[in-house]
Nanobody, 116 residues
Framework: EVQLVESGGGMVQPGGSLRLSCTAS????????MRWLRQAPGKGPEWVSE????????YYIDSVKGRFTISRDNAKNTLYLQMDSLKPEDTALYYC?????????RGQGTQVTVSS
């Protein structure tokens, strides 16, 4: 069974930073492209970033380019999202997934709130 557990969210002031983690189990993590998604209150899920299975290629939605960095540690079965220069519009529930699963949400997600 595919299991994904997100952590690292919290409340920060604008301009602050957070590092999200996603620990995977139940499948061969190193074989899959992975992604981060987010869902703000009252809105649909939004793709944020994606990384190739070997970490060699990364992709970002325009609104986070230059501020967020996706990475992975295949030895630890863990996906990361370093978020810097956070803005109020980044407030959302963040969750990770396998790219082939599109927008499917398997874990509980981790809440990020950016507010002064």
């Amino acid at each position: 069974e595919v299991q994904l557990v997100e952590s690292g969210g919290g409340m920060v002031q604008p301009g602050g930073s957070l590092r999200l983690s996603c620990t995977a189990s139940g499948f061969s993590f190193r074989s899959y492209d992975m992604r981060w998604l987010r869902q703000a209150p009252g809105k649909g899920p939004e793709w944020v970033s994606e990384i190739a299975s070997d970490g060699g290629s990364t992709y970002y939605i325009d609104s986070v380019k230059g501020r967020f960095t996706i990475s992975r540690d295949n030895a630890k079965n863990t996906l990361y999202l370093q978020m810097d220069s956070l803005k109020p519009e980044d407030t959302a529930l963040y969750y990770c997934g396998r790219s082939l699963d599109k927008y499917q949400k398997r874990g509980q997600g981790t809440q990020v709130t950016v507010s002064s």
